[in-house]
């Protein structure tokens, strides 16, 4: 081979492999279904080799591509070290940090927290990024991640930095229609708000206590943690949310003031990253100022 293939032909393939055709790599976030096609063909040509049999809308590895696939995976890998090792030597504290929260930390904390680093440090930009899916820190997906479970990646700086405590809250107006729950078995003959994530979170809790409930249990269901507070707002029906949220708003009030429970809260970024002033200073600063926020 006179040279080594381009890396874009290569995370091109893996993307392919990976999706199953170039439709779903594009769907996934990858290039274009011409650009995958193009470098496909590329790398094929300089490897001479055949890399994929097509099979209706769908691409299937050879032998040859089955192969050569942990090989690519090994090249990106390396790729990825590459650039979080170059980014480990940046000493100036300002520019980009990418930084992936859950809906609810993302929403009720992250607001005050990013005003005070923007006062703080006016040369650091802010990418939030707020979903329940954890984001994959060894492929820079994200520089730092707040996550309410111990991460599970190797090669992290990982470190808890509190807990998030949630109650039982319900309208004023749904109370009044429906009557106060007294106890958590009362909650069977009442309508329940809930996230999918969060129905699996708690349902341990509510088994402790003999009420085993199911999806099917909830009379709404959604995936986003703010609509389920809008909806529990609304007077739709009772919910858990965050102490400090719901304390603070005059239109619900807390029930079942007997009942709390927990989740941990995680701080972790890349260890390579950890040698970056940038990414040092915002990760200390998240410590300290959301470690404050939900010991209060």
């Known amino acids: 081979m006179a040279r080594m293939p381009k890396l874009?032909?290569?995370q091109s393939f893996s993307a392919v492999a990976q999706a199953g055709s170039l439709a779903a790599a594009t769907k996934a976030g990858a290039s274009s279904q011409a650009t995958l096609s193009r470098h496909i063909s590329a790398l094929e040509a300089e490897l001479n080799v055949t890399l994929f049999e097509r099979r209706g809308n769908g691409l299937s590895l050879t032998q040859t591509g089955t192969n050569l696939l942990e090989h690519a995976e090994?090249?990106?890998?390396?790729a990825n070290d590459f650039t979080l090792a170059a980014a480990g030597q940046e000493q100036e504290i300002s520019g980009p940090i990418r930084l992936s929260a859950t809906v609810g930390i993302a929403s009720f904390y992250m607001p005050d927290l990013m005003a005070k680093l923007s006062i703080k440090k006016?040369?650091?930009q802010i990418e939030l990024i707020s979903n329940a899916q954890p984001p994959n820190l060894l492929e820079r997906e994200a520089d730092i991640a707040i996550r309410t479970f111990m991460p599970t990646q190797e090669n992290l700086f990982a470190r808890k930095i509190g807990e998030a405590t949630f109650g039982a809250y319900a309208s004023h107006t749904y109370l009044k229609r429906r009557g106060t729950p007294i106890s958590i078995v009362d909650l069977k003959d009442h309508d329940l708000i809930g996230e999918d994530h969060g129905i699996n979170t708690f349902k341990t809790d509510f088994q402790a206590v003999g009420l085993d409930l199911t999806n099917?249990?909830?009379?709404?269901?959604?995936?986003?943690?703010?609509v389920a507070w809008s909806l529990l707002v609304a007077g739709c029906g009772i919910s858990l949310t965050h102490v400090d949220k719901g304390d603070a708003e005059p239109r619900v009030e807390r029930i079942l003031?007997?009942?709390?429970?927990?989740?941990?809260v995680w701080l972790s970024s890349h260890r390579e990253l950890k040698t970056s002033s940038r990414v040092r200073y915002v990760y200390d600063f998240i410590a300290k100022e959301l470690s404050n926020l939900l010991a209060t």
């Open 216 to 226: 099917n249990s909830f009379r709404f269901r959604c995936d986003n943690y703010l």
């Open 8 to 10: 874009t032909y290569i």
């Open 257 to 264: 003031a007997d009942y709390q429970t927990s989740l941990p």
């Open 122 to 124: 006016p040369e650091i």
């Open 74 to 78: 090994k090249f990106k890998r390396a």
